[in-house]
Each structure stands twice: as C-alpha cells, then as structure tokens.
C-alpha cells in the first residue's frame, strides 16, 4: 500500500479516537446487539467495527418473487447491474467503484469462482434465492481474512439450515409475466418451483433442496421484432451434518447447478442488429465440500474445505464465415482454510489461519487450445486477526495476511480497524485502513492473451463513519465515507503497429471515494420504514456502469396473517461505451436515470402450512436502460404458493 496513504489514514484515526475517548461524559445504553462476521467468528454489533449490511431470512422472505441480483442492488454501496435485465444477461457486480473481481463471494464459509473466467469471478445467477439463509455484505478491502478477489467487498452467503424436528419441508410453485416497457402479455413466461425436505434425527441432519427456473418472453437484446431468448436453471443440493457433541461437529455438502440460455450480440451501432437466433450457452457447476468445527475451553477451530469444476460451452454466431464457433472453457478450485480461534481473555482472542487455494482451466475453439497442465496455480495464505474488545468501549481489530503464489513473490496485506462505543451516547463511531488484492487469473496468464510478468492488482481503503440508535432504539442511523486507492490495475494493450495484443499492469492509481447512509425507524411491531443513500465518485479510467447517486425506500406493515411491503429505488445516470462497428470506433455514452416502484404482498392462508404472495414490479412501468443495446423489465406481475410440511 502506498506510505502516504497509509501515514495520512493512520494520524486521522488516531486523532479521531483520541477524542472520542475524552468526549464520553454521559451514560446511556449500548447498540443492540445483532450477529456479524467481521472476524470470521460470531460478535456482537457493538463490538464490531464495521457496518456490515445483513439480509436475514425475514427480510429475504418480504422481497419474495426476487432473484438474488435484485436483493442484492437494494443494499447501501452495492450496484449489481443487469438485475433488471433478462435473465440471462451477466452480470456487473460494483462496490465503491470496484468491478467484478475486487469482489469476493464465499458460499458458507468456502469461496466460489469460476477458475476459467476472465477475472476468475463467480457468476451469481447460479444460485436461486430460494436455497438462501442469509447474506452478509462487508464493504471495503477484506484481503486479510478473505484473500485474492476481497479488494472493495465480501458477499458472504449462508444457506439454510436443517429443521430442528426429524422431517420438515416445504414445495413450491412461482409464475409471472415478463414484458418490456413497450410489451403488455398477460400469459406466464417466469416460471420457478422446488422442494425442500430436511431435518434431524438424533445427532445426524440433513438437507435435499431441487430448484428450477425457466423464462422466456423477451429479447436480451434491445430491438424491435427481436427473437424472444430463453433461460433455464436447474439446483440441486445435499446436505449431510452430524453433531458429535456440544463440541465437536461436521458437515459435508454437495451441489449441481446448470444454466441454458440464449443471448445476443453486443450491441454496436444503431444499424446494426444485435439479434441473433444462433447464440447459445450452457454452464455447469458441480461443488462438495467438507465444514468440521471443534469448540475447546479456549477458543474453537474450524475448516472450511471446498472444491468445484465449472463447465461453460459457448455457441457463437461468427457473422465473417456464416458459421457456428464453439467455445469450451473448464475451470477447477480447491480452496482449504483452517483457522483457530484463541481466548486470552474476555477481552482478547487472536485468529490464526493458513489458507490454500488450487486453480487449474481448460480452454478449446478453433483459436485456441490451452490445456490445464500448463494453465495452474496455487496459493498458500497465512493470516492472523487480533481483537480487543475493552470494556470501556473501545474496540480493536487489526490483521496480516502474506500470499505466496507460485507465478509471483510474496504479497503481504493489513488492516487495521478500531472503534468505539460511547457508554454515554447512544454512538459508535468506527474507522479502518485496510489492503486488498486480485490474483492475476488463469486466462490472464495462460490464455490467448496471457502475460507471466503481471502481478496482483493493488487496493487499498480508508473510512470513516458512526452508527447510533435513538428514541429509544428504534431508530438506527449509519453512515460511512470512504476513499479508495487502486494500483497495478489490469488492462488490455494493443500495439498499434503490429496488432498483438495482451493482458497488461496499468501504471498509476486511480481513486474512488464517497459515502453509505442507511436509516431505519420501526414505528411499531408490524409497521417499519427505511432507506439508504450512496454517492460514489470515481476517476474516469474506472467510471463505467456506476451511478453516482443511488437511493433506496422502503415501507414494510405486517398484519395479522400477513405482510405488506413497497420499495422505491433512484439509480443516477451512468456511463457506458460501445464500440460502433459503422464507424470503426468506440463510442460514449451517458444512460440515463431512472427509477423504480415495486409492491408485494404475501398472505397466510393455512397457518404454517400454506403461503401466497404476488408482486407487481416497475410499477410505473420505467423505460430504461441499464446497458446500452439491451431490454429492461417493464411492469411484471407474479404470483406465488408455498405449502409447508
């Protein structure tokens, strides 16, 4: 991390920190606490010293009929675009000015990639919300605990959990329409259903979870009289735990996830025709993994084990012979990280792990033939987290992380992340500088394009914020600004005289800085209303896709056998490029603003036995564009019924 970044974050915590210990004069209740996993162990919100966004199951459970992309886009910092795309369009993942592989998803507890992908980044689509306990989203660089990929965020996803009485489960069926702005069909095009059976008979759990979804009805791409595209999805999962003792426990877990779709061209000119009949992809992913954890009077240790193959087949329309190309890509993983959990005291614990990470890919088309004996590596991550919790409410976390790769020397990365809690104010105030990095992918090296002398991709982020609840907790309020550095960026070069092309370090350091509110006030038991704001400002090397304001609104009233709930989401203008195949050149864009109203209601029908809901989306029926050439969803109507078991 450069020094004067890291001198100038330093003396501004301090100075900070300094002063809240001399300020806290009055006595009022601490933060209610909440879980978090800021330390890779539970911890409770006061003691904790970031804001870390959490979707519970409850609050999964209001947002039903949305896909994991649309969740995801309503939390503070976060841009998923493409949510409000067909289905089967990728999609763009951004925090606080990052892109795709300045993220890193974990999937409890085990890291998810795709070994073969460009940026070795783990395409969201794959997993139905429905499979889904609860998601944590941390902000900022989390390299320390999270390794390679954790530069500007963590999405940190939980997956149900087995029922407590020996066989428990549930069905059920989702339909809904799928129109653009200009298209107004009534009959089904969204249809998505599954079962769950699960359960604990003496010491062993289990878990069988089968997902489908298959849409059609609209083109991906933007155009009038365009083909319609098609997406399917198929998820299975197995879950198999077994507790020991109050000690000692295991579980062991297996997943298939497939994904068929249909897609367009990229737009490039209004006189072109981004459709295309031809285009066609299927994507397959097969994951197990291996969770033991042993608890002791001191502390507790725990392995999270995971290893998956992801195969992707790509068929493309190559508009210079008339013909068909044929792209097959195939990555594996295995990631290993152990890690203890030491209690010195009740004030101080120190985590230890060693983290070790395998990749291999395969590539075959009429170009290229890269195979995976010479397309590997692997990285061994030792890492060390030291809290401080004191009791008279200041808080300390700070961590070291060293990566050794085998194509590149030693890295080294920390964070360090103080906080206090006033006993006197109903205030935290909290702060962090932190390091991040981004491993040169498989394809970045060894693909058509690669380049042995890149080395990891540089971040590193300060910030500084509060949080306070009042009039009597039932407000809470948190904001946080942040400023972020970026270096050894990746970038792609092509000599303008003899045309090759490859994978290169950009010199120089761009920026990125801004600010994360979030309110929320419950009125009463049944009745809550909040929101969230985010301003993200960045240099125009990194501008593309990101809005610089973005808003979020939400009221939600339970009634007796039921709930009810309304959002309203502001996205800013953005920018975007293309490149003109009239004029041989790329093209800049601004896309404009817009803004969403979305309604949903569900209702109790039979008592723990039987649940229906219906949503109604893009209420005023928006028409917009989240990426230039392609549809967005116009006002959509679902419905949905959930029988229990």
Same mark, same amino acid.
């Given at each position: ?92 993942? =951004? ?20 070994? %073969? ?45 087995? #029922? ?7 069905? =059920? ?82 997943? =298939? ?25 299927? %994507? ?53 990280? #152990? ?58 976390? #700070? ?11 030693? =890295? ?234």
């Amino acid at each position: 991390m450069n020094k004067k970044f890291i001198g100038l974050s330093v003396f501004t915590l301090a100075t900070a920190f300094a002063y809240a210990q001399e300020s806290d004069t009055l006595k009022v209740t601490n933060l209610k606490e909440v879980v978090v996993s800021d330390t890779k162990f539970a911890q409770s919100k006061e003691k904790s010293g970031k804001i870390i966004e959490v979707i519970t199951a409850e609050n999964l459970e209001a947002k039903k009929g949305q896909n994991l992309a649309n969740v995801l886009s309503q939390v503070a910092g976060v841009e998923i675009n493409g949510n409000q795309s067909f289905n089967g369009k990728n999609l763009g993942y =951004y925090i606080r000015g990052g892109r795709n592989r300045q993220v890193a998803i974990y999937i409890d507890g085990v890291p998810v990639s795709d070994a %073969s992908g460009i940026n070795i980044e783990y395409d969201l689509r794959l997993i139905p919300v429905e499979q889904i306990e609860k998601i944590e989203v941390m902000k900022g660089a989390s390299s320390t605990l999270y390794g390679t990929g954790a530069a500007t965020g963590v999405i940190n996803i939980t997956l149900k959990k087995s #029922a407590k009485k020996e066989i428990s489960g549930n069905a =059920y069926i989702n339909m809904g329409t799928q129109n653009t702005s200009n298209t107004s069909k009534t009959s089904a095009q969204d249809f998505n259903q599954g079962l769950s059976l699960n359960g604990t008979v003496n010491k062993v759990s289990y878990m069988t979870t089968l997902n489908s979804t298959e849409t059609k009805g609209m083109s991906e791409a933007a155009g009038e009289n365009f083909e319609e595209d098609t997406f399917s999805r198929v998820n299975v999962l197995q879950k198999i735990g077994f507790k020991a003792n109050d000690k000692l426990s295991f579980e062991f877990f297996g997943n =298939y996830d497939r994904i068929k779709n249909t897609f367009d061209n990229s737009f490039d000119g209004i006189i072109a025709n981004a459709d295309d009949l031809n285009n066609n992809s299927f %994507s397959e992913q097969f994951r197990i993994g291996f969770l033991p954890k042993y608890k002791y009077n001191k502390g507790e240790f725990a392995i999270n084990a995971g290893a998956s193959t992801i195969d992707r087949v790509l068929n493309i329309s190559n508009s210079w012979s008339g013909t068909i190309d044929n792209y097959n890509y195939s990555g594996r993983s295995v990631s290993i990280d #152990a890690f203890n959990k030491y209690n010195f005291s009740k004030q101080v614990y120190l985590v230890l792990g060693a983290q070790y990470q395998y990749f291999d890919m395969t590539q075959k088309d009429a170009y290229t033939d890269v195979a995976k004996e010479g397309a590997k590596f692997n990285l061994l991550d030792p890492y060390a987290n030291f809290v401080y919790n004191s009791n008279f409410g200041f808080n300390l976390n #700070a961590g070291l992380r060293l990566n050794f790769h085998s194509e590149y020397d030693t =890295y080294y990365v920390l964070n360090i992340n103080p906080s206090y809690t006033f006993k006197n104010l109903p205030l935290k105030i909290l702060g962090s500088i932190s390091g991040g990095y981004i491993t040169p992918s498989l394809y970045q090296l060894y693909g058509p394009y690669g380049n042995l002398d890149l080395t990891p991709e540089e971040n590193a982020t300060a910030e500084f914020g509060f949080e306070s609840q009042l009039l009597d907790k039932k407000l809470t309020i948190n904001a946080v600004g942040f400023y972020r550095e970026e270096e050894n960026t990746f970038g792609f070069f092509t000599d303008p005289i003899t045309f090759a092309s490859n994978y290169i370090n950009i010199d120089g350091t761009y920026n990125a800085k801004g600010v994360e509110t979030s309110v929320r006030y419950t009125i009463s038991e049944r009745f809550n209303i909040g929101g969230n704001y985010t301003f993200t400002e960045v240099e125009q090397q990194l501008n593309r896709l990101i809005p610089k304001h973005k808003g979020n609104v939400d009221l939600n009233y339970k009634f007796k056998r039921g709930t009810f709930g309304i959002n309203y989401q502001y996205v800013d203008h953005r920018s975007d490029a293309y490149y003109d195949s009239n004029i041989w050149a790329t093209q800049a864009v601004n896309l404009a603003a817009y803004q969403l109203v979305n309604s949903n209601i569900s209702y109790e029908l039979l008592p723990n036995r039987l649940h229906v809901f219906g949503t109604v989306t893009n209420i005023l029926n928006e028409d917009f564009q989240e990426v230039i050439g392609y549809n967005s969803r116009g006002r959509n109507y679902k419905l949905g019924l959930n029988f229990m078991f």
